[in-house]
């Protein structure tokens, strides 16, 4: 009666091979839930469920499902990752994204260092086994990849053991990213400067009284010239003439004014030194002076809006209203003339009632209208991402063509599609919470199916080499990860959600990005991404020039 159950759980299948993929999500997952002095591991519980479930020789496991079950999870979490930071993307460089790339390099280049002189210097090690420790101890599955075929062409022979090294090193690799990570977030203790990331993207909203004999009698667009930084003025009030009005650049200021200024963190110092006093009056107080002024956001949700410039839309001609800023998911960007709107986005506008009920029809400020998901360019993207991951880049001296691999190639093309999409006519807007969905879902199939595929390896190679590999694991990934953490903290003075996101960026570890994020409540993907798509390359040649030291 029962053999059919038996048989279930027994014998490879589809089937099997689901339930097995969901029970090791669902223990890790109430793992999850223990805190140790309010600490958790998260879904790296996940990883080592189903290392234990993988080592039950009892039950089978096909390998070909779970490699699929593996790619495609890490395929959806890196592509909504980039769906997430894509807006941004591109701005972060002229914030420290270069700054950022480099420290990447450095962990890397480190991690690389490390494993060479160990396999030099430890005369029982084979170098080229240490090639598939090393991936292991940065959780790099392309890089394993690429050494393996790297191994076959100068040996001509398989390459299970860098295999076996990589099962060995990889668990390491994961929960020693995310100890450092947790041992950063607590050792820092700087909540305040966290929480200035997390505001706004360094969005500042200020009002300056005019003090500076210099702005008396200018225009804000003479004003705007002079300082030469981007800043918006949404209200101007003059108080001798107790008379509110919605400025643009034609309006002249006097002494005594007071200016409503929105402007990013790095530049409002200089605006308030150039003008005048900054003074303590939020919108309730500006709401008082004139109450025929309001703010009110507006929200994007008509397809023929979709890729018009703010310039285009001449919110402040046709309805005398300033927009004070765009918000994108997560992030609020300057409304300079040449930025374009997408679907989702949020328009802040200030004006008086009449305008902003004509702008909302305009704009379409449905919000019910984008319940709908738009499936169609998230498979286009998911489509294009793993063809551009299988492009061959040739490098001259590797034997081998690189490639970005199934990760890099959906970031990248997730990032260039949330950014240039609307330009080209393709819908890329998402929910926050479908993203988000995305991103759990593709980051827990990811880590049960190495978990699972990791098990009986695992163990077997532990016993048959001691602890020698899992403590040469350790260090490939401890020392870099601990000498750049030092170095972007004390002297590149990185903001902790910053340098947890680099970390795992620069480790290729989505296990600890997915930890980082629930630290920083997400703002850890930003520099993830920035880093993640140069440092898959570096990863995949390293690997390759550590198979071609072992030549010599």
């Known amino acids: 009666m029962g053999s059919w159950l038996v048989n279930l759980f027994t014998h490879t299948s589809v089937a099997q091979s689901i339930i097995l993929v969901a029970a090791t999500i669902f223990g890790g997952l109430a793992l ?114 690429a050494a393996q075929q790297t191994y076959y062409d100068l040996y001509h022979e398989s390459a299970s053991i860098l295999s076996a090294g990589y099962a060995i090193a990889y668990p390491m690799g994961v929960i020693g990213v995310v100890l450092t990570c947790l041992a950063i977030s607590k050792l820092c203790k700087d909540k305040e400067k966290v929480e200035q990331v997390m505001d706004q993207k360094n969005m500042d909203m200020f009002t300056i009284e005019i003090r500076n004999n210099a702005c008396d009698n200018i225009t804000i667009g003479k004003l705007k010239d002079i300082l030469g930084v981007k800043f918006v003025v949404t209200r101007l009030y003059h108080p001798e003439k107790q008379f509110m009005e919605v400025p643009n650049d034609a309006s002249v200021l006097s002494l005594g004014d007071r200016i409503y200024v929105v402007c990013d963190k790095a530049s409002s110092q200089n605006v308030e030194m150039c003008t005048g006093n900054r003074i303590e009056m939020n919108l309730d107080e500006w709401d008082l002076l004139d109450n025929r002024l309001i703010s009110k956001k507006l929200k994007v949700t008509r397809s023929e809006v979709e890729g018009k410039t703010i310039a285009e839309m001449n919110f402040r001609g046709n309805y005398n209203l300033n927009i004070s800023r765009v918000i994108r998911g997560d992030v609020s960007i300057f409304p300079s003339t040449g930025l374009r709107v997408a679907l989702g986005d949020i328009i802040v506008v200030v004006g008086n009632e009449q305008g902003i009920q004509q702008a909302a029809t305009y704009v379409g400020n449905a919000k019910a209208k984008l319940n709908e998901p738009f499936l169609m360019p998230i498979f286009l993207g998911i489509m294009l991402g793993v063809i551009l991951g299988c492009v061959p880049l040739a490098i001259p001296g ?74 040469m694991g350790a260090m490939i990934t401890i020392i870099p990860v601990v000498i750049i953490s030092l170095i972007g903290r004390f002297f590149c003075k990185l903001e902790v959600p910053q340098l947890l996101g680099l970390l795992s960026g620069g480790m290729t570890d989505p296990a600890a990005l997915a930890f980082s994020n629930t630290i920083t409540e997400g703002k850890a993907s930003l520099s993830y991404a920035t880093v993640y798509p140069l440092t898959m390359f570096c990863r995949i040649l390293c690997a390759q020039v550590i198979i071609l030291l072992s030549v010599g």
Not at 50 to 77: A, N, R, T, Y
Not at 439 to 450: D, K, N, R, S
């Open 398 to 471: 590797v034997p081998i063509p690189v490639k970005l691999g199934l990760a890099g190639g959906p970031l990248v093309v997730a990032i260039l599609m949330s950014r240039f999409g609307t330009r080209m006519g393709i819908v890329t807007y998402a929910t926050h919470s479908a993203k988000k969905m995305l991103q759990e879902v593709g980051i827990t199939l990811f880590m049960a199916a190495v978990g699972l595929s990791s098990g009986k390896i695992f163990f077997t190679t532990l016993m048959e080499q001691g602890l020698s590999w899992f403590l």
């Open 32 to 145: 999850a839930k223990l805190k140790f002095k309010g600490l958790s591991l998260g879904v790296t519980w996940i990883l080592f469920v189903g290392i234990l479930i993988g080592q039950f020789e009892f039950i089978p496991l096909d390998d070909e499902v779970l490699h699929f079950v593996k790619e495609f999870g890490l395929i959806l979490f890196v592509y909504s990752i980039g769906l997430q930071v894509g807006p941004g993307f591109f701005s972060s460089f002229k914030s420290g994204g270069v700054t950022l790339n480099m420290l990447a390099v450095g962990i890397v280049a480190l991690g690389g260092i490390t494993a060479a002189l160990i396999g030099i210097f430890c005369d029982d090690m084979d170098l080229a086994s240490m090639a598939g420790i090393m991936s292991g101890a940065v959780t790099n599955t392309p890089g394993l990849g």
